[in-house]
């Protein structure tokens, strides 16, 4: 079965840069999330999309923002890195219910 | 107090023997409760949701909700080595909403 697809995998950034990651749902599912999970730490909930519109919004901060396009792909857009948004990001996606399937997920690693 | 407290563990369990993993959570108002398997560095896996005061058995895994003391409660039988990870506890108010995770309890199955 499909599943979700995130890119990059791995990201390696330097302070203050910017960085995109990309998300692409299981095929039919109408919602996607973002989750931020530092080491050691679970998953907390940063912003969703519903049919493309926000539905709902975290911990996300203002450097950080992100959209979902017309094919339901989803993108990350962080700017003005910085060392603490070091993490795994995961963007699960679900349709008509709660049960969130997770990808891979991007390690970005901020030096 | 977080939203969804789990004990962090270690839990260690011989083979062969029930795991048992407990979560309790804060908000009367959640619906819906997830438990994800996650093997270190790779991403949360589904492995049983439960909306209905009650038990649900899926193969070796039993979910237990009780709305009335908000807990909720993963067994595990006949335990594996493979069965070794951190188990992440998740709440959520309704479908499609974001989930609130627990900080999760790592288990080690003993050969």
């Known amino acids: 079965a499909a599943g979700v697809i995130q890119s990059p995998r791995h990201l390696i950034k330097e302070k203050r840069e910017t960085a995109t990651l990309k998300c692409y749902p299981i095929p039919r599912h109408d919602t996607v999330y973002w989750y931020q999970q530092g080491p050691g730490q679970d998953p907390q909930f940063l912003i969703s999309f519903y049919e493309k519109m926000q539905s709902d919004k975290g911990s996300i901060p203002d450097r950080f923002s992100a959209q979902q396009f017309s094919d339901y792909h989803s993108e990350l857009n962080m700017s003005s890195l910085e060392l603490g948004d070091s993490a795994l990001y995961f963007c699960p996606s679900s349709f008509y219910s709660n049960e969130q399937f997770f990808g891979p997920g991007t390690r970005l690693t901020v030096l | 107090q977080k939203e969804v407290e789990q004990n962090s563990g270690p839990l260690s369990v011989p083979e062969g023997a029930i795991a048992s993993l407990n979560c309790t959570y804060s908000d009367r108002g959640s619906q819906s409760f997830f438990w994800y398997r996650q093997y270190s560095g790779k991403s949360p896996e589904l492995i049983m949701f439960i909306y209905s005061n009650g038990d649900k058995e899926d193969g070796r895994f039993t979910a237990q909700l009780n709305k009335a003391s908000q807990y909720v409660s993963l067994l595990i039988r006949d335990s594996q080595p493979s069965d070794s990870a951190t188990y992440l506890c998740?709440?959520?108010?309704?479908?499609?909403?974001?989930?609130?995770f627990g900080t999760g309890t790592r288990l080690t199955i003993i050969p």
């Open positions: 998740a709440v959520s108010p309704q479908g499609n909403e974001k989930l609130t």
